[in-house]
């Protein structure tokens, strides 16, 4: 069976050992449920990392995924490990040193939170006392919950866990972060509770599962509950428990977490040389010994009642299928958001995360999206090598904060800390000099942030909406850690992720030329911005006319020209005599003008036939 460290995730190494470190709290106060009853009395098992400050302002919380618990770290290092460990410890992106760190299991499971295998008392009427007679009134006696225990939603979760922040003295969290499940549960506390936090980091999540997830579940919960040793959900204190269901349940669900290029990278190699384990599953093909083994494993940590009712619990979950309803969701909410997604995740894809984008980005909230490039698929979340390249993203973001955590450990230093000095083109000094104070940009193709970070750098006393739309994930990262939201979008299918004038300003650096359809970006630019400033190279230049016509050449210049014809990212040649044109064509006032030979470091005024004597123009218009 091959296996490689780059695609090992950390949920296949969680194991049935006592939690060491787990805390209990006992809730006396019934809790009354969504979906209607009561649970009359709730425990909670949670684990904690650093110290909480004297203002309770550093808490941290971090929700799990359906097979996880509360045992997202290591403690020490002769602790066994946790499925967050890449991302939670002294100077990483949650960062121990600085941050009080809560991770309760969740309710309905079974790692030490009320779930389907804790007891309930129940009543039973008059006994039989042998001969013929009842023996009196009624008796009472614990049984386990089983399949009656209550069906739960991701609110009721979240409703004990406010719970425990009562109970810890925490009236505001620092950030809630979770993946998959756990983000379900982030973007549920911040609906429910709008003030709850200054961050919601939601990873490798939707605001509800497609109905292609849900079939995998129901297939899932069959598997279950046909299993001849279900017994109706009362297996326990039998001899045999519902573990091939289980297994299968876990076989099925590890498929989904996997892409299709990380199945073949794992198993293709030697597929047809299965490792031999003991098991009554088919282990022909190495991915047939893989699941065995994995659902086999799966059993001896985890109750089948629970994953029914987790499962139950995550297919209920719906924030809203439309931008509106979505909108209505989060339309209270006071914190910043971190939305990050993987490229190869079929399970919870992209689109769903970009529909919450889309969301918060109409309501002007604060949130920056990043779409990960990896092959790993959902798993992504939890393998080392996808956590060291969005662990950043989490770092920065808990650190743009206006009252900065108190040390309550050695110090760790500050992301911007090391933020590289801005350089910026001839054409983005004009640009900067083109953006008033006070005015709220939107940047496209923003590339690593630079003109951005200029522009709050001129006018750091006034607040600005600032905010980036760029592609490339490298540039999104650089954007990022310069404390700038910034989101993940192709600018070749439009804006549609912002309203109406909702920016003063909407910028288009450099990017004229590259992108696929000008007319519906420009048009795009004009309804989102109250004006819009484009700058572009002028292939109307004439030392680019001296390659057609004396060398017979396709042109090549510095700058943006600097390409060979077959693999430049151009798509269009424009001239400004072409852009004057088409903005006349369009009905757009052009309301300033400024043209440059960079080349050779001189400003080209209008009366020098910029046309030819350019090599870089900028214009600002807008429409009335």
């Given at each position: 069976m091959?296996t490689t460290?780059?695609?090992?995730?950390?949920d296949?190494i969680?194991s049935?050992?006592?939690l060491v470190?787990?805390?209990?709290?006992?809730?006396d106060?019934?809790?009354?449920?969504e979906r209607?009853?009561?649970?009359p009395?709730i425990r909670?098992?949670?684990?904690?990392?650093?110290t909480?400050?004297?203002?309770a302002?550093?808490?941290?919380?971090?929700?799990?995924?359906?097979?996880?618990d509360?045992?997202?770290?290591?403690h020490?290092?002769?602790?066994?490990?946790g499925?967050?460990?890449?991302?939670?410890?002294?100077?990483?992106?949650i960062?121990t040193?600085?941050f009080?760190?809560?991770c309760p299991?969740?309710?309905g499971?079974?790692?030490g939170?009320?779930?389907?295998?804790?007891?309930?008392?129940?009543?039973r009427?008059p006994?039989?006392n042998?001969?013929?007679?009842p023996?009196?009134?009624q008796t009472?006696?614990?049984?386990p919950?089983g399949?009656d225990f209550?069906r739960?939603?991701?609110?009721d979760?979240?409703?004990?866990?406010r719970r425990l922040?009562?109970?810890l003295?925490i009236?505001k969290?620092?950030a809630?972060?979770?993946?998959?499940?756990?983000?379900?549960?982030?973007?549920?506390?911040v609906?429910?509770?709008?003030?709850c936090t200054q961050?919601?980091i939601a990873?490798?999540?939707s605001p509800r599962?497609?109905?292609?997830?849900?079939?995998?579940?129901?297939?899932?919960?069959?598997a279950?509950?046909?299993?001849?040793?279900?017994?109706?959900g009362?297996y326990?204190g039998r001899p045999q428990r519902?573990d091939?269901g289980?297994?299968?349940?876990?076989?099925?669900?590890?498929?989904?977490?996997?892409?299709v290029e990380?199945?073949?990278?794992k198993?293709?190699?030697?597929?047809h040389d299965?490792r031999?384990?003991?098991?009554?599953?088919e282990?022909?093909?190495s991915?047939?010994?893989?699941?065995?083994h994995?659902?086999?494993?799966?059993t001896?940590r985890?109750?089948?009642?629970?994953?029914i009712?987790l499962s139950?619990?995550?297919?209920?979950?719906?924030?809203?299928?439309?931008r509106?309803?979505?909108m209505e969701t989060?339309?209270?909410?006071?914190c910043d958001?971190?939305l990050?997604?993987f490229?190869?995740?079929?399970l919870?894809p992209?689109a769903?995360s970009?529909?919450?984008?889309n969301?918060l980005t109409a309501?002007?909230?604060?949130v920056?999206?990043?779409?990960i490039t990896?092959?790993?698929?959902?798993d992504?979340?939890?393998?080392?090598r996808?956590m060291?390249?969005?662990?950043?993203?989490?770092?920065?973001?808990?650190w743009?904060?206006?009252?900065?955590?108190q040390?309550?450990?050695s110090?760790?230093?500050?992301?911007?800390?090391?933020?590289?000095?801005?350089?910026?083109t001839v054409?983005?000094?004009?640009?900067?000099?083109?953006?008033?104070?006070?005015?709220?940009?939107l940047?496209?193709g923003?590339?690593?942030?630079?003109?951005l970070a200029a522009i709050?750098?001129?006018h750091?006393n006034t607040?600005?909406?600032?905010?980036?739309?760029?592609?490339?994930?490298e540039?999104?990262?650089a954007?990022?850690?310069?404390?700038?939201?910034v989101?993940?979008?192709d600018?070749n299918?439009?804006l549609p992720?912002f309203?109406d004038?909702q920016?003063?300003?909407?910028i288009?650096?450099?990017?004229?030329q590259?992108?696929?359809?000008?007319?519906?970006l420009?048009?795009e630019m004009l309804r989102v911005?109250?004006r819009?400033?484009?700058s572009?190279?002028n292939?109307?230049?004439?030392a680019?006319?001296d390659?057609y016509v004396?060398r017979g050449?396709s042109?090549r210049?510095?700058?943006?020209?600097d390409?060979?014809?077959?693999d430049?990212?151009?798509?269009r040649?424009?001239?400004i005599?072409?852009?004057?044109?088409?903005?006349?064509?369009?009905?757009?006032?052009i309301?300033?003008?400024?043209?440059?030979?960079?080349?050779?470091?001189?400003?080209i005024?209008?009366?020098e036939?910029?046309n030819l004597?350019?090599?870089?123009?900028?214009m600002v218009?807008?429409?009335?």
């Amino acid at each position: 069976m091959a296996t490689t460290d780059e695609s090992f995730s950390t949920d296949d190494i969680r194991s049935d050992e006592p939690l060491v470190h787990a805390q209990t709290v006992w809730f006396d106060e019934p809790l009354s449920l969504e979906r209607g009853g009561e649970l009359p009395r709730i425990r909670c098992c949670f684990e904690t990392w650093g110290t909480l400050n004297a203002d309770a302002s550093n808490a941290v919380l971090v929700c799990h995924a359906v097979s996880g618990d509360s045992h997202a770290a290591r403690h020490d290092e002769d602790d066994q490990p946790g499925w967050w460990d890449g991302l939670i410890g002294p100077g990483l992106p949650i960062d121990t040193n600085r941050f009080f760190v809560v991770c309760p299991n969740v309710l309905g499971g079974c790692r030490g939170t009320t779930g389907p295998g804790d007891l309930r008392w129940v009543s039973r009427g008059p006994e039989d006392n042998g001969d013929g007679d009842p023996a009196g009134g009624q008796t009472a006696t614990e049984i386990p919950y089983g399949a009656d225990f209550p069906r739960i939603t991701i609110g009721d979760m979240v409703e004990v866990q406010r719970r425990l922040a009562d109970h810890l003295g925490i009236k505001k969290w620092r950030a809630v972060v979770g993946g998959s499940l756990g983000g379900h549960q982030a973007l549920q506390w911040v609906s429910r509770y709008p003030d709850c936090t200054q961050t919601c980091i939601a990873i490798a999540t939707s605001p509800r599962l497609t109905s292609q997830a849900l079939g995998f579940d129901v297939i899932a919960r069959n598997a279950i509950q046909t299993d001849p040793h279900f017994q109706g959900g009362q297996y326990y204190g039998r001899p045999q428990r519902p573990d091939t269901g289980l297994a299968i349940a876990r076989m099925l669900g590890h498929i989904t977490y996997l892409s299709v290029e990380a199945m073949e990278a794992k198993f293709d190699p030697d597929r047809h040389d299965p490792r031999q384990i003991a098991s009554q599953f088919e282990q022909r093909f190495s991915i047939g010994s893989y699941l065995a083994h994995q659902g086999q494993k799966f059993t001896t940590r985890f109750d089948a009642n629970s994953y029914i009712t987790l499962s139950m619990a995550m297919d209920l979950f719906d924030l809203g299928g439309t931008r509106l309803k979505l909108m209505e969701t989060f339309d209270e909410c006071t914190c910043d958001f971190l939305l990050i997604s993987f490229s190869s995740d079929w399970l919870f894809p992209p689109a769903q995360s970009r529909e919450i984008v889309n969301a918060l980005t109409a309501l002007d909230k604060r949130v920056t999206y990043a779409e990960i490039t990896t092959d790993a698929g959902h798993d992504a979340f939890l393998i080392a090598r996808d956590m060291a390249t969005y662990g950043p993203l989490v770092q920065e973001r808990l650190w743009q904060s206006t009252q900065k955590p108190q040390d309550t450990g050695s110090p760790a230093a500050k992301p911007n800390d090391t933020e590289p000095p801005v350089q910026l083109t001839v054409a983005e000094e004009s640009i900067l000099d083109l953006i008033p104070a006070g005015n709220s940009v939107l940047d496209l193709g923003c590339g690593s942030g630079e003109l951005l970070a200029a522009i709050r750098a001129r006018h750091s006393n006034t607040p600005m909406r600032l905010m980036g739309v760029e592609v490339a994930q490298e540039n999104i990262l650089a954007t990022a850690m310069r404390g700038i939201d910034v989101i993940d979008y192709d600018l070749n299918n439009g804006l549609p992720a912002f309203i109406d004038n909702q920016f003063d300003v909407v910028i288009l650096n450099a990017t004229l030329q590259a992108v696929e359809n000008v007319v519906a970006l420009l048009e795009e630019m004009l309804r989102v911005g109250k004006r819009a400033i484009i700058s572009f190279p002028n292939f109307g230049y004439k030392a680019l006319r001296d390659d057609y016509v004396t060398r017979g050449r396709s042109p090549r210049a510095p700058g943006e020209f600097d390409f060979d014809w077959h693999d430049t990212p151009n798509r269009r040649f424009p001239t400004i005599a072409d852009v004057h044109d088409l903005l006349v064509k369009m009905g757009v006032t052009i309301d300033q003008e400024i043209y440059w030979d960079v080349s050779q470091s001189r400003h080209i005024d209008a009366g020098e036939t910029p046309n030819l004597n350019a090599d870089t123009a900028v214009m600002v218009i807008h429409r009335d």
